[in-house]
């Protein structure tokens, strides 16, 4: 059994896919590390909260149902409003000290310019001013983004929090990502110029 297991191990190991080796950069180009942006698919916030009666067009599709049914979709809809799920987020600021509601309003403000498709959130729990960014389903998820986001705040850590998830809206239009791109190096200019 062992030997089994050490074989599909080395078998592994040696696909082509499993190692990240870097392939030089051709001649006369190099490689840059570049940010950016993808558009989120945006929804209609006209609808957002409203149940399927609201939304339907008036007029055009007749719906008939029992009176209990509908209470029942009503009374769900209600209580899907105030549910809150455990999810992820990303902790950038934590601190106690005399200047703590200015750092931390710098610090919210920094991520807001760096990372502008994150939700940020400020709170402040005696004796604690604390700035949380993101809104992760998974744990997973907060760690591709702390990648990120530990390039610029070192001391950014993962916590776990009671969330509603947002609706994807016309607010958040965009996700952040880095991407390896190859370029071509400029030729030195003549001294004489």
């Known amino acids: 059994m062992k030997r089994l297991i050490i074989l599909a191990v080395l078998a592994f190991g040696c696909l082509p896919g499993f190692a990240q080796v870097e392939e030089p950069a051709p001649a006369g180009y190099k490689y840059v590390d570049s940010v950016i942006y993808h558009a989120v698919p945006r929804v209609n916030e006209s609808l957002a909260g409203k149940s399927v009666y609201e939304a339907l067009p008036s007029g ?19 209580k899907n409003k105030t549910v809150q799920t455990d999810g992820f987020r990303i902790r950038i600021y934590f601190d106690n000290k005399q200047n703590s509601r200015e750092a931390s309003s710098e610090s919210e403000q920094r991520f807001r310019r760096l990372f502008p498709g994150y939700n940020t959130y400020r709170t402040f729990k005696n004796p604690f001013f604390k700035v949380t960014v993101g809104d992760f389903r998974t744990k997973a998820d907060a760690q591709i983004a702390l990648q990120k986001i530990s390039r610029f705040f070192p001391d950014a850590f993962i916590v776990k929090e009671k969330m509603k998830f947002p609706v994807i809206s016309d607010q958040v239009r965009v996700t952040v990502d880095t991407v390896r791109m190859l370029v071509p190096i400029e030729p030195p200019k003549p001294a004489n110029e």
Request: hydrophobic residues 40%.
């Open 60 to 78: 055009k599709v007749k719906l008939h149902q029992s009176a209990a049914v509908r209470s029942a979709v009503d009374s769900q809809i209600r």
